[in-house]
């Protein structure tokens, strides 16, 4: 199951999972809620591995101070094992705004990403980001455009698909597409979304 950006009705309801084919994996990319987060990881028995989007509204407060979601697994910035997948994944965005949180600078993004790449060195089946790479996802405005260092990634690292929120549906359904060079398969993670792997 992919999520990002928006709490969909179906999944954050009374009764969920009811009606919901069953899933080996939570892939959230991004810009969920740390009570949506925690939700998730009460009703499933599966693992929820995330990254956190732009706006790093994927902490809790319930008298703890800010805390990161509980019973949730967060990938930023590492590679894990979950289902039998290796995982990578990097959470925010490409600079947009001075003091904009959840945000990062070119430079972080190379540096970042690059570290990244070295952990992944002997392979990784999953990139998971919140911002998108180059190519036919990137958004069409300075906040939502893609980030090369995501492409150097998937170039290097050839994962077997790439899921990534951030592009919201105003900029209406873009399509899931293979990346060329890589071979990926490159999603947007939008909403709620089942895919076989």
């Known amino acids: 199951m992919l999520l990002a950006d928006y709490v969909h009705p179906f999944v954050y309801r009374e009764g969920f999972p009811q009606g919901a084919p069953p899933v080996d994996l939570v892939l959230a990319a991004g810009d969920l809620p740390g009570y949506y987060l925690e939700f998730l990881a009460s009703t499933l028995t599966v ?17 703890d101070g800010r805390i990161p979601p509980r019973g949730v697994i967060s990938a930023h910035g590492r590679v894990v094992e979950e289902a039998g997948l290796k995982i990578a994944g990097w959470g925010g965005a ?11 600078s070119a430079a972080e993004g190379r540096m970042g990403l690059g570290l990244l790449s070295w952990r992944a060195r002997r392979g990784v ?13 990137a958004g069409l405005d300075y906040a939502h455009r893609g980030c090369d260092s995501i492409s150097r990634f998937i170039r290097q690292r050839h ?6 929120g951030h592009i919201h ?10 990346d060329e060079e890589s071979g990926a398969l490159v999603v947007n993670a939008y909403g709620y979304r089942l895919l076989e792997l």
């Open 47 to 63: 693992p929820i591995v995330y990254v956190h989007g732009n706006h790093e509204n994927e902490y809790v407060n319930e008298g």
């Open 169 to 178: 549906e105003y900029e209406g359904k873009k399509l899931d597409y293979t």
């Open 94 to 104: 490409p600079r947009y705004r001075k003091d904009g949180a959840g945000q990062y």
């Open 125 to 137: 089946d999953v990139l998971l980001t919140h911002a998108p790479p180059l190519g036919p996802h």
């Open 159 to 164: 994962p077997r698909l790439v899921v990534h």
